[in-house]
């Protein structure tokens, strides 16, 4: 693929002045990179090599700019090879290796941009992780859909992925929700309740758990103990929230491979064997937290807790693992998880709401010292959405019913609008969320300008068959500097991909797809006022046959982009 040929060329070149003398051969070239210039009157590719070796090297960066471009310049591949300001070089490719990438995406087709850099690497990817107490709402929905586009694209670079789902059943909620539960029970049994007690949920998406169970149990549990039913009751709550979960993330297309139970977790001993593991290495400690600030002396109790020495790894205060009761804390739980995810993955990501921001340096630390520093562990977190419907701020609210859900979401707008919508911002980025505007057919809506431009291509080809016109790459030749400045755009999809999967950024995608529907449909609007730009013309079967080659193959990256995405390449608008 181009950058990774051109890359090449810099390797060799910087290897022929190794062998020269002219470079020494210890070198460190991470930094030398290659990339598009920002304006491109510049030209397709500029490096930085000469500006990042000199000093090592001993030169002035243009003197070394100069042995570089000597180098370059006699290549088949390079068109120009010039040295810019203080030391930068400026490619330009020749037309050949234009037209040859652009056969390499007819020849790979779906795996166009798909690498194996990753390869030998498992990465658990952590998203959603919402708690088991009702259906998703549009709270959960940027995070799902931020976690379910960055799986996919490790997975297109070569990383082994386990998509991971933490289900949040072993707090004080799921008690809530599992006397929510009974009383819907009650209810299914033939009870009349006239309101549901203030701080239960009051959903009607309760009630098909409550009937399931009375039809299961009939009145046992009616007037039974509390404690009797509690445990049956949360299990099934649980249980019948998971599957509406599972049912709403698969309309959004969203996947995962496992599904860890907090109480199980707990049930097996993880969180104790963590504690166990740091303690062993004086990590955890018995101790007292400083009073904390607003507080009165008679309000505060000194109580010894089981501290992580969480300051040693640059937080703010050691943190308590247990509470003063003997349960675990929230970070004591969240230790012993993600020590348990660090045995099967070298690397961990965690999708977060962006108010649990304050957690993240805490959690870092753990991960760093459960590890020995071994697991490479990054937080992404996640703004949320502001939902606006006519103007107005739709309320979400789990306690009061009234929210607005994944599956209101999808029906009425559509799943590929939601998914490319949710990806049209960087992720720590707010974001509104306007039904008029993710549904309605212009170039503000960015979803249906990508997909228009794929569903333009196809219409073209079929009205080329229908005139007995085919795709052919026998006559590309023929096409020019308007036509090669788009291969030149579609060849930086696999550059693309890599910085997003790297950065752990999927927005980069949509971005790239917006740029590259965006020249495509100016392409097209150039044949209004320029009748010889035209994709289809009949009196001109070999310059037609070339174009609709090129327009397949953009068609074809512009497919491959929105895959990642999760999103449907239109065939028709």
């Known amino acids: 693929m181009l950058f990774d040929i051109f890359q090449h060329h810099i390797e060799k070149a910087l290897d022929d002045l190794v062998a020269s003398g002219d470079l020494p051969a210890d070198l460190d070239r991470k930094n030398v990179t290659l990339e598009p210039p920002?304006?491109?009157?510049?030209?397709?590719?500029?490096?930085?090599?000469?500006?990042?070796?000199?000093?090592?090297?001993?030169?002035k960066p243009r003197d070394l700019a100069q042995k570089i471009v000597?180098?370059?310049?006699?290549?088949?591949?390079?068109?120009?090879?010039?040295?810019?300001?203080?030391?930068?070089?400026?490619?330009?490719v020749s037309?050949?290796?234009?037209?040859?990438?652009?056969?390499?995406?007819?020849?790979?087709?779906?795996?166009?941009?798909?690498?194996?850099?990753?390869?030998?690497?498992?990465?658990?990817?952590?998203?959603?992780s919402a708690n088991p107490t009702g259906p998703m709402h549009m709270g959960h929905c940027r995070g799902a859909v931020v976690g379910d586009a960055l799986a996919d694209l490790l997975e297109f670079?070569?990383?082994?992925?386990?998509?991971?789902?933490?289900?949040?059943?072993?707090?004080?909620?799921?008690?809530?929700?599992a006397e929510s539960v009974h009383i819907r029970y009650r209810e299914a049994l033939g009870e009349t309740i006239l309101a549901i007690p203030e701080g239960l949920y009051p959903g009607e998406y309760l009630k098909p758990v409550g009937w399931a169970l009375a039809q299961q149990y009939g009145d046992k549990y009616v007037d039974a103990p509390f404690d009797e039913w509690?445990?049956?009751?949360?299990?099934?709550?649980?249980?019948?929230?998971?599957?509406?979960?599972?049912?709403?993330?698969?309309?959004?297309?969203?996947?995962?491979?496992?599904?860890?139970?907090?109480?199980?977790?707990?049930?097996?001993?993880?969180?104790?064997?963590?504690?166990?593991?740091?303690?062993?290495?004086?990590l955890v400690y018995d101790g007292v937290l400083e009073k904390p600030k607003g507080k009165t002396i008679d309000d505060w109790e000194a109580v010894e807790l089981p501290l992580f020495r969480s300051t040693q790894f640059g937080d703010d205060q050691d943190r308590p693992i247990k509470k003063s009761n003997g349960r675990w804390t929230y970070f004591g739980g969240d230790l012993a998880y993600h020590f348990q995810k660090a045995q099967k993955a070298d690397e961990l990501i965690d999708i977060w709401g962006a108010d649990h921001s304050g957690t993240v340096k805490r959690i870092k630390a753990a991960v760093a010292a459960l590890t020995e520093g071994k697991t490479k562990f990054d937080v992404k977190?996640?703004?949320?959405?502001?939902?606006?419907?006519?103007?107005?701020?739709?309320?979400?609210?789990?306690?009061?019913?009234?929210?607005?859900?994944?599956a209101d979401m999808v029906e009425e707008v559509g799943k590929d609008a939601v998914r490319f919508t949710m990806l049209t911002r960087k992720a720590d980025a707010q974001m509104d969320f306007d039904f008029a505007k993710v549904t309605e057919a212009s170039r503000d809506n960015p979803v249906f300008y990508v997909q228009y431009a794929h569903a333009r291509i196809q219409s073209t080809l079929r009205k080329a068959a229908d005139e007995n016109i085919q795709p052919s790459a026998d006559h590309l030749d023929r096409l020019g500097a308007e036509e090669l400045d788009l291969i030149k755009q579609a060849a930086q999809f696999p550059r693309i991909v890599e910085s997003a999967a790297a950065n752990r950024e999927p927005h980069r995608v949509a971005f790239y797809l917006n740029d590259l529907a965006a020249a495509f449909h100016a392409f097209w609007n150039m044949g209004n006022d320029r009748p010889e730009m035209r994709i289809l013309m009949i009196n001109d079967p070999a310059m037609t046959s070339a174009r609709l080659f090129l327009a397949k193959y953009l068609g074809q990256v512009i497919k491959n982009g929105l895959a990642l995405m999760g999103v449907s390449a239109a065939d028709k608008m």
């Open 230 to 282: 509690l445990p049956v009751f949360r299990k099934a709550a649980v249980a019948g929230m998971m599957d509406m979960i599972r049912s709403d993330l698969a309309l959004l297309g969203i996947k995962h491979d496992v599904f860890s139970s907090e109480a199980e977790l707990h049930e097996a001993g993880k969180a104790d064997a963590a504690e166990a593991e740091l303690r062993s290495r004086d």
């Open 157 to 177: 670079i070569g990383h082994k992925v386990i998509r991971e789902y933490y289900v949040n059943d072993a707090g004080a909620q799921v008690d809530i929700l």
């Open 70 to 92: 000597e180098k370059l310049v006699a290549l088949d591949d390079v068109q120009t090879a010039e040295m810019a300001g203080p030391g930068f070089i400026n490619l330009r």
């Open 38 to 59: 920002r304006d491109p009157s510049h030209g397709d590719l500029s490096t930085n090599a000469a500006m990042v070796l000199s000093k090592a090297a001993g030169e």
């Open 381 to 406: 977190l996640v703004q949320m959405v502001r939902l606006l419907r006519n103007g107005e701020p739709e309320k979400m609210s789990k306690r009061s019913g009234n929210f607005v859900t994944i």
């Open 95 to 128: 037309d050949a290796v234009l037209i040859a990438e652009l056969k390499e995406i007819e020849i790979l087709g779906p795996d166009y941009g798909r690498s194996s850099k990753g390869q030998g690497v498992t990465v658990n990817v952590e998203y959603v």
